[in-house]
């Protein structure tokens, strides 16, 4: 695991946010969720990790990987703290337990926490090894329009209580579905039709 380069800073004691997804496309929502993060938990980064495929959604209406890669790199813009990354890309890796298990080994003395939309808590414990995921990472959830229940109905929020932490800040509506609808399946990054004002991670 000697090989792996991260895709920003590593210095031992960091503390990183790690926003995975398939960003089908990046819009305004993970910004939202990816800054409320670093303010509210004191991040001193956030990565976008983007996935080549995830396994709970069809491959069918998924844009190539460069270009939700792109799309991601737009979107964080010249923001330093947020770092677009192609590591699972790198590592081969379709599941997050794989990432996190490649991550903490490699970089011991980092402080990385898991980020997710609320939306995606309600499925949580449908994830490989998901109660492995918040053993070995502190998992936050930023929650979002029409999943505000989500902590109350989680089943992984249920048996897991207190490790996984809530966060709350302004809301965002827009998602990445909303978008693919209105421009089409697989119909690029946001960027590329103009950024919407809202939204969250799907």
């Not at 995830?54 to 209406?61: C, F, M, R």
Request: no cysteine; glycine share 12%; aromatic share 8%.
């Amino acid at each position: 695991m000697a090989w792996l380069r991260a895709p920003g800073p590593v210095t031992p004691g960091l503390k990183i946010g790690l926003l995975g997804g398939s960003f089908n496309p990046a819009h305004d929502g993970h910004l939202y969720v990816a800054e409320t993060a670093l303010k509210r938990l004191e991040l001193d980064y956030v990565w976008f990790l983007v996935a080549p495929q995830n396994p709970l959604k069809p491959a069918a209406g998924m844009a190539p990987f460069a270009q939700r890669l792109a799309g991601v790199k737009g979107l964080t813009g010249r923001r330093k703290r947020l770092v677009a990354s192609d590591l699972e890309q790198v590592l081969g890796s379709r599941y997050t337990i794989a990432t996190i298990r490649a991550l903490t080994q490699r970089f011991a003395g980092v402080r990385f926490t898991w980020l997710m939309g609320s939306d995606n808590l309600l499925q949580f414990h449908r994830w490989r090894r998901w109660q492995e995921i918040a053993a070995r990472v502190p998992v936050a959830v930023v929650l979002r329009p029409g999943s505000t229940l989500a902590p109350l109905q989680s089943k992984a929020r249920q048996l897991l209580g207190a490790r996984i932490v809530v966060v709350d800040g302004r809301r965002n509506e827009a998602s990445a579905s909303a978008l693919r609808t209105r421009f089409g399946e697989g119909g690029g990054s946001v960027l590329e039709h103009g950024r919407g004002s809202n939204g969250a991670p799907h």
